[in-house]
T-cell receptor, first 116, second 112 residues
Framework: DADVTQTPRNRITKTGKRIMLECSQTKGHDRMYWYRQDPGLGLRLIYYSFDVKDINKGEISDGYSVSRQAQAKFSLSLESAIPNQTALYFC???????????????FGPGTRLTVL | AQSVTQLGSHVSVSEGALVLLRCNYSSSVPPYLFWYVQYPNQGLQLLLKYTTGATLVKGINGFEAEFKKSETSFHLTKPSAHMSDAAEYFC??????????FGTGTSLTVIP
């Protein structure tokens, strides 16, 4: 079973619709992240959460919001989707409690979102 | 602040040839450096990482990378390319706060 899961895997929606992407993890990690991937731009950080009560904006947070419902769940919302939010979205987790050696991030399989 | 530059958005090599993917970083503090691979329609998978200690790091699938502080580089190499190595490769740097900064990626094509 996958340690980091994302739902849905694919979504097509229309401009102006509200969309929620969900991420769940069974790794017990404290930190969770949302990225978007665009061709030629790599991965850019949208939001990240150190724990349930600590949420931080990333590089490109405008137009997005997040909720950390539990340590294992981190959802990303697009309140009013627009076409330039069409992208591949990734959730990631990391465990920082053990020190630097554990700093790698573990990624989910991604959600492909198309906004028409 | 940290940043990563990957030289060459597309690299093509013949099967059996050396693979060299370039990564240069900028960091105001000692960095942690990572290479990830993304196969089509999949998420990112860690290939290898440098945190502290030995500067030559070996990863999965025969890949390795060398941290060169004087050159601010962390280039990824593999002696002999396989068809299964065709994928997108991302270099990333992390420092204080555990934020990752990714490069724009290099798409590797392996020619039979």
């Amino acid at each position: 079973d996958a340690d980091v899961t994302q739902t849905p895997r694919n979504r097509i929606t229309k401009t102006g619709k509200r969309i929620m992407l969900e991420c769940s993890q069974t790794k017990g990690h404290d930190r969770m992240y949302w990225y978007r991937q665009d061709p030629g731009l790599g991965l850019r950080l949208i939001y990240y959460s150190f724990d349930v009560k600590d949420i931080n904006k990333g590089e490109i947070s405008d137009g997005y919001s997040v909720s950390r419902q539990a340590q294992a769940k981190f959802s990303l919302s697009l309140e009013s989707a627009i076409p330039n939010q069409t992208a591949l979205y990734f959730c990631a987790t990391s465990d920082t409690r053990g020190g630097p050696v554990y700093r790698e991030q573990f990624f989910g399989p991604g959600t492909r979102l198309t906004v028409l | 602040a940290q940043s990563v530059t990957q030289l060459g958005s597309h690299v093509s090599v013949s099967e059996g040839a050396l693979v060299l993917l370039r990564c240069n970083y900028s960091s105001s503090v000692p960095p942690y450096l990572f290479w990830y691979v993304q196969y089509p329609n999949q998420g990112l998978q860690l290939l290898l990482k440098y945190t502290t200690g030995a500067t030559l790091v070996k990863g999965i699938n025969g890949f390795e990378a060398e941290f060169k502080k004087s050159e601010t580089s962390f280039h990824l190499t593999k002696p002999s390319a396989h068809m299964s190595d065709a994928a997108e490769y991302f270099c990333a740097v992390s420092a204080a706060g555990n934020q990752f900064y990714f490069g724009t990626g290099t798409s590797l094509t392996v020619i039979p």
